[in-house]
T-cell receptor, first 115, second 114 residues
Framework: EAGVAQSPRYKIIEKRQSVAFWCNPISGHATLYWYQQILGQGPKLLIQFQNNGVVDDSQLPKDRFSAERLKGVDSTLKIQPAKLEDSAVYLC?????????????FGPGTRLTVL | AQSVSQHNHHVILSEAASLELGCNYSYGGTVNLFWYVQYPGQHLQLLLKYFSGDPLVKGIKGFEAEFIKSKFSFNLRKPSVQWSDTAEYFCAVIPNTGGFKTIFGAGTRLFVKA
């Protein structure tokens, strides 16, 4: 079974530039999550999709971050414009149904450095 | 606000020592509890999870965790660690409320000396 795919693996940009991350979840998984993991901290949920609808985006800085999951499969997360404090690893995960008991399967992450 | 606390950020043990990593959460309702592990160079993966029933749950690689409701705790244990257990361990909580939002602790880095 193929795992969660993410690209790119690494990205270096300057502040005020824009960047986009892509995630392809495990086939058949209805729920997709984007997390931000700052060095020394645990993953923080940014947005959770159930199929192509948003379940929770309460911690997504909506003035600069946006995410979409068209057709309920793969997803993109965009930052525009980036700030220094956005430097982090961005993790994508997926699960079967997202009803609280599911195992989440994580991708390798995208390490973003904002200079 | 709901939160998850992991008491130790770094733990160093010798092989064969016993391990206990603490995890406490702040939420008054029912929760689903998880421990995830990230081995060096690998993705985060599930170690074990608890929803209900026997509060002592067993996971992969000899790990177990005990849910103590009165203490809002879900501590991870292993009787005898191996060098290959060197990793970062994350406790996660999903309250049984609408949305089922996942809250992770800050993680504990475990280093096992051979």
């Amino acid at each position: 079974e193929a795992g969660v795919a993410q690209s790119p693996r690494y990205k270096i940009i300057e502040k005020r530039q824009s960047v986009a991350f892509w995630c392809n979840p495990i086939s058949g998984h209805a729920t997709l999550y984007w997390y931000q993991q700052i060095l020394g901290q645990g993953p923080k949920l940014l947005i959770q999709f159930q199929n192509n609808g948003v379940v929770d985006d309460s911690q997504l800085p909506k003035d600069r971050f946006s995410a979409e999951r068209l057709k309920g499969v793969d997803s993109t997360l965009k930052i525009q414009p980036a700030k220094l404090e956005d430097s982090a690893v961005y993790l994508c995960a997926s699960s079967l149904a997202g009803q609280g008991r599911d195992t989440q399967y994580f991708g390798p992450g995208t390490r973003l450095t904002v200079l | 606000a709901q939160s998850v606390s992991q008491h130790n950020h770094h733990v160093i043990l010798s092989e064969a020592a016993s391990l206990e990593l603490g995890c406490n959460y702040s939420y008054g309702g029912t929760v689903n509890l998880f421990w995830y592990v990230q081995y060096p160079g690998q993705h985060l993966q599930l170690l074990l999870k608890y929803f209900s029933g026997d509060p002592l749950v067993k996971g992969i690689k000899g790990f177990e965790a005990e849910f103590i409701k009165s203490k809002f705790s879900f501590n991870l244990r292993k009787p005898s660690v191996q060098w290959s257990d060197t990793a970062e361990y994350f406790c996660a909580v999903i309250p049984n409320t609408g949305g089922f939002k996942t809250i992770f602790g800050a993680g504990t880095r475990l280093f096992v000396k051979a």
